[in-house]
């Protein structure tokens, strides 16, 4: 069984960072993309970004391209978020997600597996 746990989120004024994390167990994380989506009050869940199972290809939302950074470590299974410059619309659940094979485009169907999510609020 598959189990992902983000966690890092919090309170942050505008123009603040924040990293979020994500554990994954159950499958060898190595050999899977790994995503991250958020979901504020009242909308639908939003692609974020998402990295390749070696690292070498993320695929970034316009919304965040240039703040936002994902990375992997496949010694901890971890993934990770680096949220640079935030801005009140970017207030949301986030959460992670495991790709179904080795790269994940920007759809929830390239996804099989999802955590609970961490919130992040960013004041102005």
């Known amino acids: 069984q598959v189990q992902l746990v983000e966690s890092g989120g919090g309170l942050v004024q505008a123009g603040g960072s924040l990293r979020l994390s994500c554990a994954a167990s159950g499958r060898t994380f190595s050999s899977y993309a790994m995503g991250w989506f958020r979901q504020a009050p009242g909308t639908e869940r939003e692609f974020v970004d998402s990295?390749?199972?070696?690292?070498?290809?993320?695929y970034y939302a316009d919304s965040v391209k240039g703040r936002f950074t994902i990375s992997r470590d496949d010694a901890k299974n971890t993934v990770y978020l680096q949220m640079n410059n935030l801005k009140p619309e970017d207030t949301a659940v986030y959460s992670c997600?495991?790709?179904?094979?080795?790269?994940?485009?920007?759809?929830?169907?390239?996804?099989?597996?999802w955590g609970q999510g961490t919130q992040v609020t960013v004041s102005s």
């Open positions: 990295i390749s199972w070696s690292g070498g290809t993320t």
């Open positions: 997600a495991n790709g179904r094979g080795t790269w994940a485009g920007d759809e929830g169907r390239d996804f099989d597996y």
